[in-house]
């Protein structure tokens, strides 16, 4: 069965930097393009980036271009997201998902990683 | 602010058909089909509708998908309990090059 695995989160500094990563099993993760969208506390769903499933193309939302980096290693089966000049504002629950081509959705997603900005 | 707009909070009694509304534009509605997400904090979202009216497998006849110009409708028939949750429409937009979610709709089973 699919299973997608985020890890990497924690509590950061304003201003640093963290890495997530996204552990992929039970399909073909080469073949999927793959997602990573965010939920602040108390507030909604969030789009943060994807990837193509053979990391050609990549795409970002506004609020994260330039400073996040959505990234993929196809043989380890991992999706990543370089972090870079956090902000408060980025604290969240980030989610990894892997879009299902013939739906043009994200069908499968992880349970979700907590990250932090505070000082 | 999203770029799509839903209502804030919905309610309905159990038996009651409910609907959520999604308001959108040319360049993300009105130019490609929307997806529907069910999420309850602290868990994983789950893909209700995709492709505007299309159901994955699993997932019961009473959620329904509708779309028609720029804006896309969920309906839930035979509301039960376990349909309160939070529900997001999402859709690609093409002037942003991305993905979109609406600001999401909290469902209160009275």
């Known amino acids: 069965q699919v299973q997608l695995v985020e890890s990497g989160g924690g509590v950061v500094q304003p201003g640093r930097s963290l890495r997530l990563s996204c552990a992929a099993s039970?399909?073909?993760?080469?073949?999927?393009?793959m997602h990573w969208v965010r939920q602040a506390p108390g507030k909604g769903l969030e789009w943060v980036a994807v990837?193509?499933?053979?990391?050609?193309?990549?795409y970002y939302a506004d609020s994260v271009k330039g400073r996040f980096t959505i990234s993929r290693d196809n043989s380890e089966n991992t999706l990543y997201l370089q972090m870079n000049s956090l902000r408060a504002e980025d604290t969240a629950v980030y989610y990894c998902?892997?879009?299902?081509?013939?739906?043009?959705?994200?069908?499968?997603w992880g349970q979700g990683t907590l990250v932090t900005v505070s000082s | 602010q999203s770029v799509l707009t839903q209502p804030p909070s919905a309610s309905g009694t159990p038996g009651q058909r409910v609907t959520i509304s999604c308001s959108g534009s040319?360049?993300?509605?009105?130019?490609?089909?929307v997806n529907w997400y069910q999420h309850l904090p602290g868990t994983a979202p789950k893909l209700l509708i995709y492709?505007?009216?299309q159901r994955p497998s699993g997932v019961p006849d009473r959620f329904s998908g509708s779309k028609s110009g720029t804006s896309a409708s969920l309906a839930i028939s035979g509301l039960q309990s376990e349909d309160e949750a939070d529900y997001y429409c999402?859709?690609?937009?093409?002037?942003?090059?991305?993905?979109?979610f609406g600001g999401g709709t909290k469902l209160t089973v009275l």
């Open positions: 998902a892997r879009e299902t081509t013939w739906m043009a959705a994200t069908e499968y």
């Open positions: 040319s360049s993300n509605i009105g130019s490609n089909t």
């Open positions: 492709k505007n009216n």
């Open positions: 999402a859709v690609w937009d093409d002037s942003l090059n991305g993905w979109v």
């Open positions: 990837m193509s499933y053979d990391g050609s193309n990549k």
């Open positions: 039970g399909f073909t993760f080469s073949s999927y393009a």
